[in-house]
């Protein structure tokens, strides 16, 4: 029975690395949120150095697309300016200016501080920015504006600080260089505001009721859809009437508590073991976690004992009956929980205008740390599709969630249960780790709606890359020579259509343009790009040989990469190609049009 406690704990502490697990919400502070007004805006009379440093502030709001920052802009240049993807973070400034009567012509110098992504990652870097390329600025009747800039968004370190750090808490990786918002922890202008219950919802043809309760109010709020990302013991999966199949192991249970402790060392696990051969409970493991001054507290629950009371004096007594008396002092409980083994999927993802994503559609053992990935992969193909459809997109888009991210749970919950058994069985491979599938990174949507290759050859099913499958990265080079990577160019909530050749790129430049569509033309070294196609230089071949495998030189083929970084489309670049493109993009493309999502 002990080493079956061992085999748990060891399954349930390997998600107890990194980022901070996944627990209730909790406020932390206050913080005002500064008002768009308050943003740095052009004046007639402001000198050119001066508004290339106010524009720069005016960065840290990505509101409507940077729209503060675009007033700075001429109309043109606004138009041109692509602000999707990552974000540099720079700090000491300098702007060297070559001015005459009607135009200065400036190049930016700067220390590089790190990159925030469109996911809300901040990874640290160091050194001088590289050159980004000429900065224009025209003087206009309004005074001066810029009228020519690099592509991308270059951040205030100080405007970053106040504007986007004031409003998430973020943590430290173990490796400390890379700061991720905590899901355990928000800034919040109201302490009360995360005590808000969804007590009942109901929907019809044209959205969705539901009645909520703050501080003994009630309130009804409406919107076109809801999405229950509300937990294993989702109030909306039970409201729906859905079923969660599968099973709750009670035989396998722990008390889980995050707390601040003295006079324990944080660079470690520490497990301790039962000095009675004979106790069937393992007593006592303390988990570090990343960034913080807490712990994560383990303490095992033996088959048909009761439940435990989870207090500071009651886990003071485990810990010094664990590691002795005076040896470790828990000062304070933050958040606790009882767990009990659970591997269980809702039958149904979706009912009609409600949904359900994460741990309310699909829990799991923590064997392998796939829940959190795969709940994090059910939102990103949730967001995009809602965010099209709220644009103006045919609502049929949203029928691809469930049919999609269904089967992929299904087949990640039957990996994370039969590691767990492993652990159980004491199989010898029980922890190994080294299997791809636990990555998620060959997981993709072969022969789903949105998955179309339309080729006269298609792709090599015997291992080449199919349409379906998750777009690989490859490294290349900029229009400036720049480096770059394909990430940091799907990185955003648009599409991508990658254009290898000189056919497809033509194709791709002639298409109007529009929003949430951002097209590439993949070029060999000293290869021109169309005008309106971002150049991406691909002199190694990397980016031809992941994309088009066993053809040599790269074929005229356009590929489109969905939002979420899937392979979507596949076309020969020919006279019908513009058609088909648009014929797919007409499916799953927004607008314009206002609406509300609902999410608990």
């Not at 690099?150 to 370190?157: A, C, H, Q, S």
């Not at 207090?311 to 009990?340: C, H, K, M, N």
């Not at 497809?504 to 951002?518: D, F, K, N, T």
Request: a negative charge; aromatic letters at 6%; proline letters at 7%.
């Amino acid at each position: 029975m002990r080493a079956i406690w061992v085999v748990l704990l060891a399954v349930f502490l390997a998600g107890c690395a990194g980022v901070p697990s996944s627990s209730a919400p909790q406020a932390i502070g206050t913080v005002e949120r500064p008002a768009p007004s308050n943003l740095p805006k052009p004046t007639p009379g402001m000198d050119p150095d001066v508004l290339l440093r106010e524009f720069l502030k005016a960065t840290a709001d990505p509101a409507n697309r940077h729209l503060a920052a675009r007033q700075f802009l001429t109309q043109s240049a606004s138009n041109a300016w692509d602000d999707a993807g990552s974000a540099l973070l720079i700090d000491h400034v300098v702007f060297v200016e070559t001015r005459a009567a009607e135009r200065v012509s400036a190049t930016m110098r700067a220390d590089i501080l790190g990159s925030l992504s469109d996911m809300g990652v901040f990874e640290t870097a160091e050194g001088m920015l590289p050159d980004p390329g000429p900065i224009e600025l025209v003087k206009t009747t309004g005074g001066w504006r810029i009228d020519r800039l690099p592509n991308g968004v270059f951040l205030d370190w100080q405007q970053f600080q106040a504007t986007y750090k004031r409003n998430t808490l973020y943590f430290a990786d173990p490796t400390g260089k890379t700061v991720v918002p905590d899901p355990r922890y928000v800034a919040v202008s109201d302490h009360d505001q995360l005590a808000t219950e969804l007590v009942s919802f109901t929907q019809d043809p044209d959205g969705v009721t539901a009645l909520v309760r703050h501080a003994g109010q009630d309130e009804e709020i409406r919107a076109d859809y809801l999405v229950g990302s509300d937990g294993g013991r989702s109030t909306v999966r039970r409201a729906l009437g859905v079923s969660f199949a599968g099973e709750t192991r009670e035989e396998q249970r722990m008390v889980i508590a995050d707390v601040r402790a003295e006079g324990l060392d944080r660079d470690y696990w520490h497990i301790w073991t039962s000095k009675d051969p004979g106790q069937a409970d393992f007593p006592l493991a303390m988990c570090p976690l990343a960034g913080t001054d807490t712990f994560q507290l383990v303490r095992p629950v033996a088959p048909g004992a009761p439940v435990p009371e989870t207090t500071i004096p009651e886990l003071q007594r485990v810990v010094d009956e664990a590691v002795g008396s005076g040896s470790i002092r828990l000062t304070e409980l933050l958040w606790d929980s009882f767990y009990r083994a659970s591997m269980r999927m809702a039958e149904r993802f979706r009912v009609d205008r409600v949904f359900l994503v994460g741990d309310a559609a699909h829990v799991h053992s923590p064997a392998g740390g796939q829940g959190l990935n795969t709940s994090v992969q059910d939102a990103y193909n949730l967001g995009w599709k809602l965010a099209a459809v709220i644009g103006g997109a045919p609502a049929e888009l949203l029928d691809t969630y469930e049919e999609e991210r269904l089967p992929i749970a299904a087949d990640v919950l039957g990996i994370s249960t039969k590691l767990h058994d492993r652990g159980f069985l004491g199989s010898a491979d029980a922890h190994r780790r080294d299997d791809p599938k636990l990555q998620q990174l060959g997981l993709g949507y072969r022969g789903r709606a949105l998955s179309r290759d339309e080729r006269a050859v298609t792709g090599d099913v015997s291992g080449g890359l199919l349409v379906g499958d998750r777009a690989p990265d490859a490294p290349g080079a900029g229009p400036q020579g720049e480096p770059v990577r394909l990430f940091e160019l799907f990185s955003g909530p648009h599409a991508t259509l990658l254009a290898f050749g000189p056919q497809a790129a033509r194709v791709a430049a002639s298409l109007p343009e529009r929003e949430g569509l951002r097209p590439v033309a993949v070029l060999g070294s000293g290869e021109p790009a169309p005008e309106g196609v971002y150049a991406f230089t691909d002199a190694e071949g990397h980016a031809g040989r992941a994309y088009l495998p066993g053809q040599g030189a790269p074929a005229d083929t356009l590929l489109l990469v969905r939002p979420d970084g899937y392979l979507g489309l596949a076309l020969d670049a020919d006279e019908a190609s513009a058609e088909r493109l648009h014929d797919y993009l007409a499916g799953m493309s927004a607008t314009a049009a206002p609406s509300a999502v609902l999410s608990v």
